[in-house]
């Protein structure tokens, strides 16, 4: 059991930026891929961005390629999604997620577990 918890959402004006963390208790996330998702109201769970195991991989939804990051800091037990530019269209809840699985997964049945999600909200 892995116990994930998102952090670092709110309101923000449209072209701000906004870095969202998710940390673990009791077990490093160093054994894990790690991804970020987000779904908006009335909407599927979409894809954000996945950081492989190491760090050295990175894999972004074409919607935000150029305007998130993720990034991993394992000695903090925490992965990030830092979001510049952000827009309306970013409004969602944002859900961190880990996988058990060696290689980078888009699809939310990849992943094994999940946090509670954080709101984010960008208003224009």
């Known amino acids: 059991q892995v116990q994930l918890v998102e952090s670092g959402g709110g309101l923000v004006q449209a072209g701000g930026s906004l870095r969202l963390s998710c940390a673990a208790s009791g077990r490093t996330l160093s054994s894990y891929a790690m991804g970020w998702f987000r779904q908006a109201p009335g909407k599927e769970r979409e894809f954000v961005a996945a950081i492989s195991r190491s760090g050295g991989g990175t894999d972004y939804a074409d919607s935000v390629k150029g305007q998130f990051t993720i990034s991993r800091d394992n000695a903090k037990i925490a992965v990030y999604l830092q979001m510049n530019s952000l827009k309306p269209e970013d409004t969602a809840v944002y859900y961190c997620?880990?996988?058990?699985?060696?290689?980078?997964?888009?699809?939310?049945?990849?992943?094994?577990?999940w946090g509670q999600g954080t709101q984010v909200t960008v208003s224009s």
């Open positions: 997620a880990a996988s058990l699985i060696a290689t980078i997964g888009v699809r939310p049945g990849a992943y094994d577990y």
